[in-house]
């Protein structure tokens, strides 16, 4: 009882204006700090600032030829928290271990293995493999940056270095180049493929089982990641980003479109001896024999990049 009319007479006392509630808002506004920007002499690195460097990457999970990335990147912050840029790369490129694998395999007899009745036309030989798989030779994009962290690095409590971290969506154009289409041909009416363009399982009079060939194509792609930058001074900075842009290829050059159908078993005949025998394992076209669009997967295509990145003007707007 005694409890409630020590309550009620606060409640009275409050509303009669008797009583002075300090709330945090205005111990803030009349502290000494009252009216005092949360930042003085802030560095504004980006903001209205032209910022452009070379790139160099590697995109990652690579299954047949290893991509490297030398590029340029230019941005014009129009925040310190917004820019809109453009970045492009070439790629050099080099055969994976696997690639050089199966480009060096030999059958029992020590040559080079041959496309097969099973595998083809997916496969066109070891001395073809390495011309049938795709090449990215490029990637050309634009981009909008959003930056919402900032913050020093403390190294060996020595050095302190400004950061930011940002994240990047956009899209653009990829340059490939990747195994020329064909449609198989059954020329011997036995009731399997045997040619596909200049690839034949049947050796010529020379035991040429013919080539393969690549040819360039550009396709869309859109692009999203994230990235850091560390400044160095006022106008130099080191950015690392890790990047996705997804779009669609045949990466290994290989008949890979239709729904199950004919599979292909090792199986043992009544002789003892054993075989590669066509076996329905469903109502699909599996494989349907050609390499063309429809052999196309979509694929993330991650790469990761570190670049120098030089701002201009070299003085930036430093705040009050």
């Known amino acids: 009882m005694k409890r409630i009319t020590i309550a009620l007479a606060f409640a009275l006392l409050t509303l009669c204006g008797g009583t002075k509630i300090a709330s945090a808002q205005e111990i803030l506004l009349e502290g000494p700090l009252a009216g005092a920007p949360a930042v003085r002499k802030l560095v504004q690195y980006r903001e ?24 340029a990147r230019l ?17 050099f490129n080099a055969p994976t271990k696997l690639t050089q694998h199966i480009a060096a395999s030999e059958d029992i007899g020590g040559t080079a293995t041959t496309p097969s009745e099973s595998n083809f036309p997916s496969y066109g030989g070891a001395n073809n493999f390495e011309d049938q798989v795709g090449l ?44 020329e289409d064909c449609q198989s041909e059954d020329t011997d009416n036995d009731g399997s493929y045997d040619l596909c363009g ?14 393969v060939t690549r040819v360039s194509r550009i396709a869309g792609t ?10 160095f001074n006022e106008w130099f900075a080191l950015n690392l980003e890790y990047r996705i842009a997804p779009f669609k290829w045949n990466e290994g050059g290989t008949d890979e ?10 199986t043992e005949n009544d002789d003892g001896s054993v075989s590669w025998t066509p076996v329905s394992r469903g109502s699909g076209d599996y494989p349907d024999g050609n390499i063309d669009k429809k052999d196309r997967i979509w694929n993330s295509n991650q790469s990761i990049a570190i670049g120098f990145i030089f701002y201009f003007p070299f003085d930036p707007k430093i705040t009050d």
């Open 48 to 71: 209205l600032r032209f910022s452009a460097g070379p790139q160099f990457g590697y995109t990652l999970l690579n299954n047949y030829m290893h991509n490297f990335l030398v590029g």
């Open 75 to 91: 941005e014009f912050n129009i925040f310190e928290w917004l820019s809109v840029g453009a970045i492009g790369y070439y790629s």
């Open 198 to 211: 200049d690839l034949s399982q049947i050796p010529d009079a020379n035991g040429d089982y013919g080539s």
């Open 257 to 266: 479109s239709g729904k199950a159908g004919k599979q292909w078993e090792l």
């Open 222 to 231: 859109f692009t999203l990641g994230i990235g850091f930058m560390a400044y």
């Open 136 to 179: 990215l030779k490029g990637m050309y994009l634009a981009q909008v940056s959003v930056i919402p962290l900032r913050g020093k690095l403390a190294m060996f409590e020595k050095l302190f270095i400004a950061i930011d971290g940002y994240i990047f969506l956009g899209g653009g154009i990829v340059h490939l180049n990747e195994r």
